[in-house]
């Protein structure tokens, strides 16, 4: 296939389809380094704390947070809507990426799926600790009387964000599994002991490569990306429907289901960046992961950013536009009332920092990357607590308003997911191949460094002949 | 049962190179195993197109048609809910409500019968022994299997492939 010698390569330091076996398998055979240790042993220390505060929730009961009457959602939905909305940017870099043909994905797809799988599970938790009593998931299911509940409501969007989750997270991680299995193929036929050589047969699922099972996979990656796309976008749009459809303002908005989508994809690629500069450096994997990779990325966020803003600024316009009372209290509220700071560290993270990616040369510098990828995800955070708490905390009579303050369980449980997240994380990187070995292998002939050069001199001798 | 050969290429458009030549020169070739998918390398081969897109399809209809089913029993005639003083009792009025709902069971039903139709059909299940006749096809090496079942022209038969590009010809395990 025919790609511009101008253009950059996508792997540099000239390596050949072999060496590309060898730098990625290299941390799933070698033996993990103190930095993984390091953060293993960390992330697992916030996981039992998490274990602690959920343990304290299910045997104490919801009493232990800090909501109330009033605001009856906190940390646990901000939490659980800040999840979710991370692992969108998994599903985009996977699916939108492979229907628009962009090959700079290919060496951050796997960890980027493996990213939503696991913000998924995190969601997940939120999700479960929230109803009370977690013991009893299955009302959330159309299941038939005697299981203790009527049918479920279909007009709910609680019932469709069961629905939309539970498919997302099903069909992402068969997606994900699906591009495994040739490179699991590709470490079981590599092993060197018995234990791997089983572990990853077994995993690979006894993946030949064979010309008619390569075509089966294109097609199925190609189906399962088309199906996937529309599927990233409802579950979002449903995710705001749980606000949207009431009545209460601040949340009633028809400019939810994009803007929250936008929101999703800007701080699913900010974890996203977090994520893989830990990962390139930690795995020296700078050769696959490069300066342009994280370019793309900000490119995206600045794009997703900008929508962001451009929605929390037409918010504000309508609720005064509207000249609804209530409305226009609601937004001057956010503002100015108790919670200004949230808001105040929400524009700041979401709406300014993101615009310095004006500049390429912050764009391109990987230091900066890390930190402003990291201020998005706060400020993302924020955005879903100042629309959570903020229009709770203030509703129609002044019999409902009140304020909230999350307890140490609340905060517990979110240190805790950070702990689920990363540990899920750091297990992938250290067992799974975190590049996607096989499809990347497709594109060393026409953007590794090698074939760049080769492009070129052949395009400076066939100018000569001239 | 046919016994075959392997044939070992460095290079995938060396080998697709020579399918046609070695075909002509009367040699049965049955699959080419590759570390990627190599485009264009079915259709040399001659493998028809995967009809798994339309099972996709199917599936999806299946989905779609199982929540339609669902949806109206349990809310229109099982038990109708007047929620909020908006009473479901048509269907048609109810629908779209119902729609997210159908859209994801579509999504599902489709998604993961195509996949499980996918492990199944390429038999890549769990416990399955793979067919491995180079370990080195799934890390750079592009295998070709050829068919040889008469002993006495092996000889010949390697000759041929080694001419036409291959860089090494070899037995089943060995």
């Known amino acids: ?466 | 049962m046919s016994k075959y050969i392997f044939a070992i290429y460095n290079d995938e458009d060396v080998l697709m190179q020579n399918i046609k030549p070695l075909r002509n020169n009367g040699v049965r070739i049955k699959e080419v195993f590759s570390p990627f998918p190599v485009h264009g390398m079915d259709q040399i081969i001659g493998h028809k197109r995967t009809r798994i897109s339309i099972c996709a399809f199917i599936y999806g209809i299946i989905g779609c048609c199982l929540a339609l089913i669902m949806t109206n029993y349990m809310m229109i005639t099982d038990w109708p809910m007047d929620i909020g003083g908006k009473p479901s009792f048509a269907f048609y009025k109810n629908l779209p409500a119902f729609v997210p709902v159908i859209f994801e069971s579509t999504i599902f039903c489709a998604a993961h019968g195509m996949v499980i139709t996918f492990y199944l059909r390429s038999k890549t299940l769990p416990g399955v022994t793979a067919f491995v006749p180079d370990t080195r096809m799934t890390d750079d090496k592009f295998v070709m299997q050829v068919e040889c079942n008469d002993n006495s022209k092996k000889a010949e038969l390697t000759a041929l492939l080694m001419k036409h590009g291959a860089e090494e010809v070899k037995e089943y395990g060995k």
Request: glycine share 6%.
């Open chain 1, 1 to 466: 296939m025919y790609e511009a010698p101008i253009r950059e390569p996508l792997i540099l330091g000239d390596k050949t389809n072999h060496e590309i076996t060898e730098d990625i398998c290299r941390p799933i055979e070698g033996k993990a380094n103190k930095y993984w240790w390091w953060c293993f042993i960390a992330s697992v220390a916030a996981l039992l704390w998490w274990v602690l505060c959920v343990s304290i929730t299910v045997g104490q009961g919801i009493g232990m947070w800090g909501i109330n009457n009033i605001v009856d959602w906190g940390w646990d939905i901000t939490n659980f809507v800040w999840w979710v909305g991370i692992g969108h940017a998994g599903t985009l870099i996977s699916a939108v990426l492979l229907l628009f043909r962009q090959k700079w994905r290919l060496s951050i797809n796997r960890s980027a799926e493996a990213m939503t799988i696991f913000a998924v599970i995190c969601a997940a938790t939120f999700l479960l600790t929230h109803i009370g009593r977690p013991w009893l998931p299955y009302w959330l299911l159309p299941l038939p009387n005697q299981f203790g509940s009527l049918w479920v409501n279909f007009n709910s969007p609680l019932v469709w964000d069961t629905f939309a989750v539970s498919t997302y997270f099903t069909v992402s991680l068969v997606f994900w599994y699906t591009g495994l299995i040739p490179d699991f193929a590709v470490v079981r036929d590599r092993a060197k002991t018995k234990a791997m050589k089983f572990w990853y047969g077994l995993l690979a699922f006894g993946w030949t490569g064979s010309s008619k099972n390569w075509q089966r996979f294109e097609e199925v990656s190609l189906v399962l990306a088309g199906m996937s796309t529309p599927l990233v976008l409802s579950v979002h749009t449903i995710v705001s429907m749980d606000f949207a459809t009431s009545i209460l303002p601040g949340w009633h908005t028809t400019i939810f289901p994009p803007y929250f989508v936008a929101g999703a994809i800007f701080s699913g690629f900010a974890m996203v960046q977090t994520l893989l500069i830990i990962v390139r450096k930690v795995l020296s994997l700078e050769n696959y992961i490069t300066t342009l990779h994280i370019d793309m990325m900000n490119r995206i966020i600045l794009v997703t950013g900008s929508i962001v803003g451009i929605a929390y600024i037409t918010e504000f316009f309508i609720a005064w536009y509207s000249g609804v009372e209530y409305e226009s209290y609601a937004f001057i509220n956010r503002a100015t009332g108790y919670y200004w700071w949230a808001y105040a560290s929400m524009m700041t993270c979401n709406v300014i920092s993101p615009q310095l990616f004006w500049v390429k040369s912050l764009r391109t510098n990987v230091t900066f990357t890390f930190i402003l990828s990291i201020v998005v995800n706060i400020g993302m955070w924020f955005e879903r607590f100042v629309i959570i708490v903020s229009s709770l905390h203030r509703a129609y009579l002044p019999s409902e308003w009140g304020t909230y303050h999350p307890s140490w369980v609340e905060v517990g449980i979110f240190i805790g997911s950070l702990g689920l997240f990363f540990t899920c994380f750091l297990l992938f990187a250290r067992f799974f191949p975190v590049i996607a070995m096989s499809e990347l292998k497709t594109i060393t002939k026409t953007s590794s460094t090698q074939a760049k050069r080769a492009a070129l001199e052949h395009g400076h001798s066939h100018a000569a002949h001239h």
